[in-house]
């Protein structure tokens, strides 16, 4: 290790803007996220948690100055729920921004609609290994 460098442990990573990240409530929200999860999340949750797919997933964890559904931080692997309202221009527009600075950073976002997650939920994780 440099003495010159920060160090940082492994298993600290921090991926928010650190300059939004208390401006936006970043925390408070993603936990209040957790905490209220839509049935489709919930569902989804079930199949990632406990490296269920053979790797880690985080739910709620914020990158940059947004807060992703899922996230497997090893692969760079970012996984969305949608509902309706993501059909609506102006939501679809801002969730194209959205992926768009997420693929700068160098993730990949999948997108799935809650109707998948909760109907077709084993399509949906073969999609996902797919991606791993």
């Not at 492994?10 to 650190?18: E, L, M, S, Y």
């Not at 989804?44 to 931080?73: A, E, M, P």
């Not at 692969?75 to 729920?81: T, V």
């Amino acid at each position: 290790m440099n003495p010159t460098e920060p160090y940082l442990p492994q298993d600290k990573i921090f991926t928010a803007d650190k300059k939004q990240y208390g401006k936006l409530e970043l925390k408070a929200r993603a936990r209040r996220m957790r905490h209220e999860p839509t049935p489709a999340e919930a569902k989804l949750w079930q199949h990632l948690r406990n490296n269920q797919l053979g790797v880690k997933f985080r739910r709620q964890h914020s990158i940059d100055r947004y807060i992703t559904d899922f996230i497997c931080l090893s692969h760079k692997l970012i996984i969305e729920l949608d509902g309706a309202g993501h059909l609506e221009p102006d939501q679809a527009d801002y969730d194209h921004g959205r992926s768009a600075l997420l693929a700068e950073l160098g993730y990949r976002v999948l997108r799935f609609s809650n109707e998948q997650a909760l109907n077709q939920t084993e399509a949906t994780l073969a999609s996902i290994k797919v991606n791993l």
